[in-house]
């Protein structure tokens, strides 16, 4: 696996916390909305096996309904647990990004 | 309706998860769930690789990882699969009307049957996951089907021939019924592992016993009808070899 994906990975279960906390959504709807964010992802199915990971670790829950096109639907929705790792994340990553960036395209001290 | 590779996926998908002990409801939500995004990916012009990316095996180990092992409903299997495979025994004789049960048949059922199912347990659980994308996987499938009828074949014939007498012989209607319990049987797997093969197979296994139980045997003789029927064979063999070209053609161009 290339040290991109790599990073990816990593960070993929994250983002999909804080796209399903800005509301309700879906499988096919995350990869658009994913897209619309210019968020680099390896292939679309890989959103699944991290949706079935914040499932299980009761950060997110599920509604399945049917669809208007007819097949049923599941649905994504933030819990109150998921939010508190969303937190985390969210500084996790502002303390990391910067330090990369500062690692990147500081000078040479 | 889903391309033909999409539907190679979903069912090749099912078949793994099941293979691994994945729970059914587990293994039907992201069934559902792919089949929905393949079908909006698919309006969109994408193909199944923009799903799976480069490997769709490794694509299956990744989300079989995620999903628990089933350890109640693996043990369910082997009933489920005994079951199977006496159905596929005693239907071919329960069509013709021959049902008839000895000690020794009755031995050779259950030997057969452990065979049976270590065969098939070793190919589908550890062999198949592996080939599931070469052209390997259905023939080793027929394979290791012929193998094991016909293994069954030469101990029926060794038991006929020590000539050991039948405890239970069953009346037509005995027969019938028997004949039809294997059906819901093959029916039940059927709807259960969402695939048509061993309804397939029943079929095309009851066409000799069928014709043995209900063609006269003036006309079951006659020179000329074993002409006629062996020309139809032949011709339907041409037809579903013709149908399956077209079809592997397809898959291959499209």
Same mark, same amino acid.
């Given at each position: 696996?290339?040290?991109?994906s ?55 829950s ?39 960036t500062?690692?990147l395209?500081?000078g040479?001290? | ?10 069912v ?12 059914d ?10 089949t929905?995004?393949?079908?909006q ?14 490997s ?7 989300l079989?990882?995620?999903?628990d ?33 000895? $000690?020794?048949?009755l &031995?050779?059922?259950? %030997?057969?049957?452990?065979? @049976? ?5 070793? /190919?589908?659980? #550890?062999?198949?996951p ?9 023939g ?47 029916i039940?797997t ?35 009808? $074993?002409?006629?029927? &062996?020309?139809?064979? %032949?011709?339907?063999?041409i @037809?579903?070899?013709?149908f399956?070209? /077209?079809?592997? #053609? ?5």
């Amino acid at each position: 696996m290339s040290t991109s994906s790599q990073m990816l990975k990593g960070l993929l279960d994250g983002s999909l916390l804080a796209l399903i906390a800005k509301g309700e959504t879906y499988g096919y709807e995350i990869i658009h909305k994913l897209q619309d964010h210019h968020f680099p992802i390896i292939s679309e199915g890989s959103i699944y096996p991290v949706l079935m990971r914040l499932q299980k670790k009761n950060y997110v829950s599920t509604t399945t309904r049917k669809s208007p096109s007819g097949p049923k639907r599941k649905y994504y929705h933030i819990t109150q647990e998921g939010k508190e790792e969303l937190e985390n994340f969210h500084a996790q990553w502002k303390a990391l990004s910067q330090g990369v960036t500062s690692l990147l395209e500081g000078g040479d001290h | 309706m889903l391309s033909n590779q999409s539907e190679q996926f979903i069912v090749e998908l099912r078949m793994y998860l099941m293979s691994k002990g994945k729970r059914d409801k587990d293994i039907d939500e992201i069934v559902d769930q792919l089949t929905d995004h393949l079908h909006q990916a698919e309006k969109e012009g994408k193909s199944v690789a923009h799903i799976t990316g480069d490997s769709p095996k490794t694509y299956m180990q990744r989300l079989g990882q995620e999903m628990d092992f089933d350890k109640k409903q693996t043990i369910l299997l082997v009933p489920q699969t005994i079951l199977l495979m006496m159905a596929f025994f005693s239907f071919t004789p329960a069509v013709a009307g021959t049902f008839s049960l000895s $000690i020794l048949g009755l &031995i050779s059922y259950v %030997v057969m049957g452990i065979i @049976g199912i270590v065969i098939y347990g070793v /190919i589908v659980v #550890k062999v198949l996951p592996k080939l599931f994308h070469s052209k390997w996987f259905y023939g080793i499938l027929i394979g290791a089907f012929i193998i094991v009828t016909g293994t069954f074949v030469v101990i029926m014939f060794i038991e006929e021939g020590m000539n050991s007498e039948p405890f239970f012989v069953a009346s037509p209607l005995q027969n019938n019924l028997i004949a039809v319990a294997c059906i819901a049987i093959f029916i039940a797997t059927a709807l259960y592992i969402k695939a048509w093969f061993p309804v397939l197979i029943a079929l095309f296994l009851s066409i000799a016993p069928l014709g043995q139980r209900f063609v006269p045997e003036h006309i079951n003789k006659d020179p000329f009808w $074993i002409t006629v029927t &062996i020309v139809i064979s %032949v011709l339907i063999s041409i @037809g579903v070899a013709v149908f399956l070209m /077209i079809k592997w #053609k397809k898959k291959k161009t499209a």
